[in-house]
């Protein structure tokens, strides 16, 4: 929740790739009637290249500044809903600026996230076994999502209508305007 008289985003969704942070983002932006907005387009736009890109061509840690940058100015001036890329919340100035937002982490097991993410075409921290990398992404980030998160809702087996419908449902519970 922001505080009173501050902007920010109804809802900041966190999660792994495949989590279905942009597909379930944008259905509760549309309930909610707010625009959404996601942390990797807003880096994408400003560096006028795509992240895989930034990756290859100037590196991690410059698309992290960028995405740090990013995020910050969308938890300050963006009022819908903004989905976060999946290591956007390593940062802990990231995190600190999170504690004042409702958050919500969409949690998705191994298999869920493999299935979805496919082959991992245009995601640069998928290079080598996907599996693999997905599970240790997720044993590494799951405990920093959930530590960030106000509301946690599980995306195993789900359409992302469900998901979104939940989403919702834990925002009014939590006292946010919807």
């Given at each position: 929740?922001?505080a009173?008289?501050?902007?920010?985003?109804?809802?900041?969704?966190?999660?792994?790739?495949?989590?279905?942070?942009?597909?379930?983002?944008?259905?509760?932006?549309?309930?909610?009637?707010v625009?959404?907005?996601?942390?990797?387009?807003?880096?994408?736009?400003?560096?006028?290249?795509?992240?895989?890109?930034?990756?290859?061509?100037?590196?991690?840690?410059?698309?992290?500044?960028?995405?740090?940058?990013?995020?910050?100015?969308?938890?300050?001036?963006?009022?819908?809903?903004?989905?976060?890329?999946?290591?956007?919340?390593?940062?802990?100035?990231?995190?600190?600026?999170?504690?004042?937002?409702?958050?919500?982490?969409?949690?998705?097991?191994?298999?869920?996230?493999?299935?979805?993410?496919?082959?991992?075409?245009?995601?640069?921290?998928?290079?080598?076994?996907?599996?693999?990398?997905?599970?240790?992404?997720l044993?590494e980030?799951?405990?920093?999502?959930e530590?960030?998160?106000?509301?946690?809702?599980?995306?195993?087996?789900?359409?992302?209508?469900?998901?979104?419908?939940?989403?919702?449902?834990?925002?009014?519970?939590?006292?946010?305007?919807?």
């Amino acid at each position: 929740m922001t505080a009173p008289g501050a902007q920010g985003p109804r809802a900041v969704l966190v999660g792994t790739m495949g989590a279905g942070k942009t597909t379930v983002g944008r259905i509760v932006a549309e309930r909610l009637g707010v625009a959404f907005a996601d942390s990797d387009a807003i880096v994408e736009e400003r560096a006028g290249k795509v992240v895989q890109d930034i990756f290859v061509e100037d590196g991690e840690a410059a698309f992290r500044e960028l995405e740090r940058e990013a995020v910050a100015w969308a938890l300050a001036h963006h009022d819908g809903v903004l989905s976060l890329g999946g290591g956007a919340v390593l940062d802990p100035a990231t995190r600190a600026l999170l504690a004042a937002h409702p958050v919500v982490f969409l949690r998705v097991g191994l298999a869920d996230a493999v299935k979805r993410v496919g082959l991992g075409t245009g995601r640069p921290l998928l290079l080598g076994n996907v599996r693999s990398r997905v599970k240790q992404l997720l044993d590494e980030r799951t405990p920093v999502y959930e530590g960030v998160a106000r509301i946690t809702v599980e995306t195993d087996g789900r359409g992302p209508a469900e998901v979104a419908a939940e989403i919702v449902t834990a925002i009014a519970s939590q006292g946010e305007p919807t």
